[in-house]
């Protein structure tokens, strides 16, 4: 008997730490606990941090997060009000407000996600299909200006005036989807729509549209550019034009006063005395020989003109 003794009080002790670790748990600052009795919620919603404690092997501990949680919805396709087929696709953030009747209308997250998605996808459809277009794009009815039109100085454009708005529409959606989370246990903080965007056909069309629009843009460009070459090259023709007779009219009054000058340095040479002149006389008559005949000419003239007078004399005859 002496040796069994310490042998049971290791199994005592053995299962007063099973008993103990069973019934014991630890809440953190994020999680809120329901203690459920044979699958059955007991006692009121644990939601505040530290060691807590639960009838071990019979009760059991449901952790649920106190945090907000995440709901990304899918694409869906869905005409608007006036017959556009555009893709929408929303997310939207939500947060566990009474873990007890969370976990006895859904259980759990996976199954809260899986009702969202049919709540928040039908509110979302049924707002998307009561309103325009323009009111689901729009918040706001500022009149925007394109970067082409601030380039060439136009005048804003214009667009359709909105009532609503993409702010009230996803407000409007909250406000009726809230009352049925609401019925789940979970709160609706608050719902976006992240992405608008047309079907396949009509992006094509739109595309086809703006390609079109683009290259009327470049073409206003290219005249505009080829507007102002052609002035340029004008300009640059006309001052070419205006540069040359200036260099002409320079030029021909310079000509003129060297002629003038010529003119009255041959009358002053002329002038002086009867040995200068004839001295005068012979050099210019040289230089017309030079330039007006080569060893090739043949002339027949009379000798007594005064062509050949220097010649004759230079001759003896």
């Known amino acids: 008997m002496k040796n069994q003794k310490p042998v049971i009080i290791a199994i005592i002790i053995l299962l007063i730490v099973i008993v103990v670790a069973s019934s014991a748990f630890i809440v953190q600052e994020t999680e809120q606990v329901i203690i459920t009795q044979f699958g059955k919620p007991v006692g009121k919603p644990i939601v505040t941090p530290g060691i807590h404690f639960k009838l071990p092997f019979i009760q059991q501990a449901n952790f649920f997060d106190k945090r907000f949680l995440a709901w990304d919805g899918d694409p869906n396709q869905i005409p608007t009000k006036d017959k556009r087929f555009i893709w929408v696709d929303t ?152 540069i040359q007779s200036e260099a002409y009219r320079t030029a021909q009054e310079i000509i003129g006063k060297a002629d003038a000058k010529a003119t009255a340095i041959y009358a002053a040479a002329y002038n002086q005395s009867k040995e200068s002149r004839e001295f005068y006389s012979f050099i210019k008559t040289m230089e017309t020989y030079l330039t007006t005949m080569s060893e090739k000419d043949w002339l027949i003239l009379s000798t007594k003109g005064d062509f050949f007078k220097y010649l004759q004399k230079r001759s003896g005859k």
């Open 91 to 242: 997310y939207a953030r939500w947060r566990i407000k009474d873990p007890l009747l969370f976990f006895q209308r859904v259980q759990n997250e996976r199954r809260a996600q899986s009702r969202l998605d049919d709540i928040l996808d039908g509110e979302t459809r049924n707002a998307i299909a009561k309103n325009l277009l323009v009111e689901i794009v729009r918040s706001t009815n500022r009149e925007y200006q394109s970067s082409e039109a601030l380039a060439v100085g136009e005048v804003p454009g214009s667009l359709a005036k909105i009532k609503v708005g993409r702010e009230k529409i996803t407000r409007s959606i909250i406000e009726a989807a809230a009352p049925r989370t609401l019925e789940l246990g979970i709160e609706l903080l608050d719902l976006r729509l992240k992405r608008i965007n047309y079907v396949e056909e009509v992006q094509k069309k739109i595309f086809e549209r703006m390609i079109t629009e683009r290259k009327r843009i470049a073409d206003k460009f290219r005249s505009e550019g080829q507007g102002e070459a052609s002035k340029i090259l004008g300009n640059k023709e006309r001052e070419l034009k205006k």
